[in-house]
């Protein structure tokens, strides 16, 4: 199957100031992403703050030039499409229900906002396919006429997800859209999320930390780590048998509900890389367990695995890597 989003060698450098007399130095948010995108399945992408998720997400999305590389949406480079051509086949679902919607517009404002900026329909036509999407995903009509501010965390995630989909999109890119909420909502709109992928065949992109929401929602999973991506599999065999050394510090940091564990120890220590300064080789081999020689010297690229690709010298290595 063709791929809807195919981005490949995609990179975002910002230059980043450090004081009145210090140069500005490069921090490559995302540095060489090939990702492919296919209809009808969940990608869900995951790492630690700072590795790069959101700013790939504003990529895909448009709302942010690639330093270097290419997006493709269904074989035509994103940079060549009229922006509201894009609008309609892909729509963002953004972290924060408290601060993405306007706080001035009425519900039924705020979700036919699109539709009045594509100029489809009429006022009445926008009124009911509006009323028709908050019954969807589950705001009954009454709450046309509230202001955000009269609503739960859940129900204005409700709202901005009704928003995304009023337009009858193709893809949706979902970026921490339940990390502000409670447990319990939090599984009220992932199941919402699933529904509506069954009844309408939406393609996500879910960018989230939370590795048990990722297992929960998507298909195939793609680990980052400092701007790369270190491990793509399909989710089934990710969480089974991760290869990426960092990964299974990933799975090994989710809490479980068994009495006597305690509180997981990833192995990572405290400190965080800095993206600013990422050591040479392997960027996670400062932190991890099982680096060799190679490691500290030479990039890994993604080799194959039995359950998709990943970067590592020793866990995936490529044909003739260990010999170097």
Excluded at 31 to 44: H, L, M, S, T, W
Excluded at 149 to 158: A, C
Excluded at 184 to 211: A, K, M
Aim: proline residues 9%; hydrophobic residues 40%.
């Amino acid at each position: 199957m063709s791929a809807l989003i195919r981005a490949r060698g995609l990179a975002r450098s910002f230059a980043v100031g450090q004081g009145m007399f210090r140069p500005r130095r490069t921090l490559h948010a995302v540095n060489g992403v090939d990702i492919d995108i296919k209809k009808g399945e969940v990608v869900g992408i995951v790492g630690e703050s700072g590795c790069g998720k959101s700013t790939l997400a504003r990529m895909l999305l448009g709302l942010l030039p690639p330093s270097a590389g290419t997006i493709e949406l269904e074989g035509k480079d994103l940079r060549t499409l009229d922006r509201q051509a894009v609008s309609r086949r892909v729509q963002p679902v953004f972290q924060d229900p408290y601060s993405s919607l306007n706080p001035r517009r009425r519900i039924a404002s705020i979700v036919a906002l699109p539709l009045e900026v594509h100029g489809i329909g009429s006022a009445a036509e926008r009124r009911r396919s509006t009323l028709e999407m908050l019954e969807r995903v589950g705001l009954p009509s009454r709450f046309a006429d509230h202001y955000p501010r009269e609503l739960s965390g859940g129900q204005r995630q409700r709202v901005a997800i009704a928003r995304a989909l009023v337009m009858r999109p193709e893809i949706v890119i979902c970026d921490e859209p339940t990390s502000a909420l409670d447990v319990s909502v939090q599984s009220q709109i992932l199941n919402l999320l699933l529904e509506l992928r069954r009844d309408r065949g939406l393609t996500y992109v879910f960018i989230s930390h939370n590795l048990a929401v990722v297992e929960h929602i998507a298909t195939r999973v793609a680990v980052m780590y400092l701007g790369r991506v270190v491990e793509m599999a399909e989710t089934a065999g990710l969480f089974r048998d991760p290869r990426h050394p960092y990964t299974r510090a990933l799975l090994a940091s989710v809490l479980t509900p068994e009495p006597g564990l305690g509180i997981p120890d990833t192995g990572l220590g405290l400190a965080f890389p800095d993206p600013l300064n990422p050591p040479p080789g392997c960027p996670f081999h400062p932190r991890c367990p099982d680096a060799i020689g190679i490691c500290r010297v030479q990039m890994p690229p993604l080799a194959p695995t039995l359950a998709g690709v990943a970067a590592c010298h020793v866990h995936a290595p490529a044909q003739g890597a260990l010999a170097a």
